[in-house]
């Protein structure tokens, strides 16, 4: 089959180029890390980021075939209809709105600064018992669907007000973390954490277009938790 | 010596769970302490353990004693454990754990509103006499995930100096062998750095990847084993690794002993639950080396499933999907990504893959390496300046075997104990060893060899010759004229290795560089295990031969000691000195 790979190396690279190569599958469903693997024994200068390859560490998020996704889960069949069967070239592309390292690296620096911003860790000013905070199943509950996030900047870089805004918007990734905190009954920095997301960008720049949530590997939506946001500062505002 | 120089106090290379808990304690006393990371910390291998944390919160049973995980890890270290170490883990556990729940740890809860607990392998109440115990504190089937996320977040919070992606290539030493830093390359960039720390702490995790299937991220490639065995210094037990049972059939993701833990049990192709009959009692839930080794002779009889007979399966389908979305998820999520079978209908095929690496760099409770020395109790000596915490050290809290649930532990107790007692000698006054140029020198020399390297095999290639030669001669079973094949076939490997080459010698983010210094690391931790593995006569734990089929208590109640400079294999008294409690005596382990 055919894959279709963005290439640049800035120490030798004027500008970015697809470079085309050919990979033997031998018909096999792979996933399409283990055709970059393939790829990288042809050819070792091509350089991507992955690490657990089970969908959990969010390493090698990048965009296949016009969608971004991590390419360990995703099998050539799940990319597009024709890949599989070698009628249509794989095509590899940096996550968009970023800037490129090299190749499929991208610097994820904005990235984490936004999730930074949002002080994604529990804050709690009252002495912790000898035990744990006690919480019940359904204040646990709250908090599922939040806290599962690998960091892989699938959905901010698929979002078209964090590529407007990738400073002052936080993305949908750093939102999500946000409300998971807020969420959390053992956190109680609500009134805090909500001052600072009460302005016309870090939040409310989000159009409810839902790209985050059509590519999410794990299947969370930031965007009901940015709705949930949304919510807590309109009843703190009355 | 022309490189850049950056001085901490201390330095923690690897942002796992027990890099971060350590530098998470000294970035809170306020010394000056950088975290080195080849991947961004999230990305690290402890964000794939799945089922659990043991230890003895008394959620599950109100009555539960450390005392009794204590005996558990003993007997399923089969007794070369070190007994104050075990002692000081499940004591210290229960503090460790509750601090996870403050730092904001999404642990499941119970309706009480405390820590969810699961039963897992080897556990038990009353020291083996009262049945199964249920000890695995679990955050859903994502509890590595949940550590890993809160540990960064808390060390964001506590301002840690983080260099992520940067990669830690070699040990620097003095002419009297006392550690200095290390040299580091800034993948992004290419530059090459000698960080100067008073304190270098390893972290860098387990070596799954010198088997060709392994549960492992490709990450885990030994390289703190390989930087200590570079630098002479010695490795223990490092024959000792463990075979998952459960790792899913082909792609070799691992599928949580949780999963049995909460009622699934294991089949062979005639649907039959084998394992009452290899261990009565705990029956799936035995110590792990037992499970893998009963579904091995499963196999190796011939009732194993599949086309090739291959692999057997685990059953979750009568545990019904209301429990098996809420209690393993992820697992349901693996299961259909890389078996495409939904463990609600149908049996997930399961095979016994390399897991976890129970030997290491040799340490005591502070985490302080360990060098050559007598080799009797009393006698150890110290590295200055170098500490090692979490799978890369052998504290040893494994011995031959580990319990489910117990690296977790493992990782936040040596973690959080090597950073108290670094920020303790600190405040002492500790001394920074002052390396030589000619000491950098040496240190680079590595990094030089594959810069000037010209031609010779590729490093891919390499990798996978090595991969197999450990998938096919050193095994769950072993055998000895097989392992001594396996020696003689990495003797060789090492001379084209030496000689292989790096074709891409360009800077910035340059992973060929990377993998080919990994490489180096790979080869250094397969030749330790397979001269250890070698060279230990009995049958103990992970480590199982047909041609010794026994244990030997009277040899081989000790840690070996693979010494790399002679690559000779001597032997190091275990401590059976618990301080607060009696002495557990060995005994035949049986499930």
């Known amino acids: 089959?055919?894959?279709?790979?963005?290439?640049?190396?800035?120490?030798?690279?004027?500008?970015?180029?697809?470079?085309?190569?050919?990979?033997?599958?031998?018909?096999?469903?792979?996933?399409?890390?283990?055709?970059?693997?393939?790829?990288?024994?042809?050819?070792?200068?091509?350089?991507?980021?992955?690490?657990?390859?089970?969908?959990?560490?969010?390493?090698?998020?990048?965009?296949?075939?016009?969608?971004?996704?991590?390419?360990?889960?995703?099998?050539?069949?799940?990319?597009?209809?024709?890949?599989?069967?070698?009628?249509?070239?794989?095509?590899?592309?940096?996550?968009?709105?970023?800037?490129?390292?090299?190749?499929?690296?991208?610097?994820?620096?904005?990235?984490?600064?936004?999730?930074?911003?949002?002080?994604?860790?529990?804050?709690?000013?009252?002495?912790?018992?000898?035990?744990?905070?006690?919480?019940?199943?359904?204040?646990?509950?709250?908090?599922?669907?939040?806290?599962?996030?690998?960091?892989?900047?699938?959905?901010?870089?698929?979002?078209?007000?964090?590529?407007?805004?990738?400073?002052?918007?936080?993305?949908?990734?750093?939102?999500?973390?946000?409300?998971?905190?807020?969420?959390?009954?053992?956190?109680?920095?609500?009134e805090e954490r909500l001052s600072k997301l009460d302005d016309p960008f870090s939040l409310f720049r989000c159009h409810g277009i839902m790209n985050c949530v059509s590519v999410c590997p794990k299947g969370l939506n930031p965007t009901r938790a940015i709705g949930h946001i949304r919510s807590m500062l309109l009843e703190r505002g009355i | 010596m022309s490189i850049r120089t950056i001085t901490f106090d201390a330095i923690v290379v690897g942002g796992g769970g027990a890099g971060m808990r350590a530098s998470l304690q000294m970035a809170q006393s306020g010394f000056k302490t950088a975290l080195i990371s080849k991947v961004f910390p999230t990305r690290s291998h402890t964000v794939s353990a799945q089922g659990g944390i043991t230890c003895a919160i008394a959620s599950a049973d109100p009555n539960d004693d450390w005392r009794w995980h204590m005996y558990d890890t003993v007997k399923g270290s089969d007794y070369i454990g070190d007994q104050d170490a075990i002692e000081y883990m499940c004591n210290v556990g229960p503090e460790a754990v509750f601090e996870l729940d403050h730092m904001g740890l999404p642990f499941s809860r119970t309706e009480e509103g405390r820590i969810y607990q699961r039963p897992f392998g080897g556990q038990s109440k009353n020291f083996g006499e009262g049945g199964q115990a249920a000890r695995t504190c679990a955050a859903a089937d994502r509890t590595g995930h949940a550590l890993l996320h809160t540990l960064y977040q808390q060390n964001l919070k506590n301002g840690t100096q983080f260099y992520n992606e940067w990669y830690a290539a070699e040990l620097v030493k003095d002419d009297e062998g006392n550690v200095c830093g290390v040299i580091a390359i800034d993948i992004e960039s290419g530059e090459t750095v000698f960080f100067k720390a008073k304190a270098t702490v390893f972290a860098t995790g387990g070596s799954g990847r010198i088997y060709a299937s392994t549960t492992n991220a490709l990450i885990n490639t030994g390289d703190g084993v390989g930087m200590a065995l570079r630098a002479g210094l010695p490795v223990q037990d490092i024959e000792m690794w463990q075979f998952h049972p459960t790792g899913i059939a082909g792609a070799g993701v691992l599928v949580t002993e949780g999963c049995r833990g909460e009622g699934g049990y294991l089949i062979n192709k005639d649907g039959e639950r084998f394992m009452e009959r290899y261990a009565p009692n705990a029956k799936d839930l035995a110590s792990r080396d037992v499970v893998a080794r009963s579904m091995m002779m499963e196999i190796l009889d011939g009732r194993g499933a599949g086309p090739d007979g291959d692999h057997v399966f685990l059953k979750l389908d009568h545990l019904g999907e209301e429990v098996l979305h809420s209690r393993l998820p992820g697992i349901c999520e693996l299961a259909i990504t890389f078996a495409q079978t939904d463990p609600v209908k149908e049996p997930i095929p399961v095979v016994p893959t390399c897991h976890y690496m129970m030997g290491g760099i040799p340490t005591n409770v502070h985490g302080q390496a360990i060098k050559l020395s007598g080799g009797h109790e009393g006698e150890d000596q110290f590295v200055n300046g170098l500490f090692a915490v979490g799978e890369v050290a052998c504290v040893s809290v494994h011995g031959a075997n580990r319990l489910g649930g117990n690296s977790l532990l493992d990782l936040v107790v040596f973690g959080r104990a090597a950073g108290l007692f670094i920020e303790d000698q600190l405040r002492q006054g500790m001394t920074q060893y002052e390396p030589t140029d000619a000491n950098i020198d040496e240190a680079m020399a590595r990094l030089n060899r594959w810069e000037s390297s010209t031609g010779g095999e590729s490093v891919p290639a390499l990798r996978k010759e090595l991969q197999s030669v450990m998938q096919n001669h050193f095994g769950v079973f072993r055998k000895g004229d097989l392992m001594a094949e396996g020696v003689a076939k990495l003797a060789d490997l090492r001379k084209r290795i030496a000689n292989a080459h790096l074709e891409d010698k360009s800077g910035p983010f340059n992973t060929a560089r990377i993998e080919a210094l990994e490489l180096d690391n790979l080869l250094e931790v397969a030749e330790a295990t397979a001269i250890a593995a070698e060279g230990r006569t009995e049958s103990r734990g992970a480590h199982s031969r047909y041609d010794y089929p026994d244990r030997d208590d009277e040899n081989w109640l000790c840690h070996s000691i693979f010494d790399p400079k002679a690559k000779k294999l001597g032997k190091r008294d275990v401590n059976f000195k618990p301080k607060t409690v009696d002495t557990f005596q060995p005994k035949a382990r049986t499930y």
Request: proline residues 8%; contains cysteine; hydrophobic residues 35%.
């Open chain 1, 1 to 190: 089959m055919k894959v279709s790979i963005y290439r640049y190396n800035p120490e030798t690279d004027r500008e970015p180029s697809m470079k085309e190569y050919e990979v033997d599958t031998q018909g096999k469903d792979l996933m399409v890390l283990d055709i970059l693997a393939l790829v990288k024994e042809q050819d070792q200068s091509l350089a991507y980021r992955r690490s657990c390859r089970e969908g959990v560490c969010g390493s090698d998020g990048m965009n296949m075939n016009g969608k971004n996704g991590l390419a360990c889960i995703t099998p050539l069949s799940q990319v597009a209809p024709g890949v599989l069967e070698g009628k249509k070239p794989l095509i590899l592309r940096p996550l968009p709105g970023l800037p490129v390292i090299r190749d499929l690296v991208v610097d994820m620096g904005m990235f984490y600064n936004q999730y930074e911003k949002v002080q994604p860790y529990l804050q709690n000013n009252t002495p912790a018992p000898a035990i744990e905070r006690l919480q019940s199943p359904e204040e646990r509950a709250k908090i599922d669907g939040l806290y599962e996030c690998i960091l892989c900047a699938c959905c901010s870089t698929s979002c078209p007000s964090f590529w407007w805004n990738p400073d002052k918007f936080l993305g949908p990734a750093a939102l999500l973390q946000s409300y998971r905190f807020l969420a959390d009954s053992r956190d109680n920095a609500t």
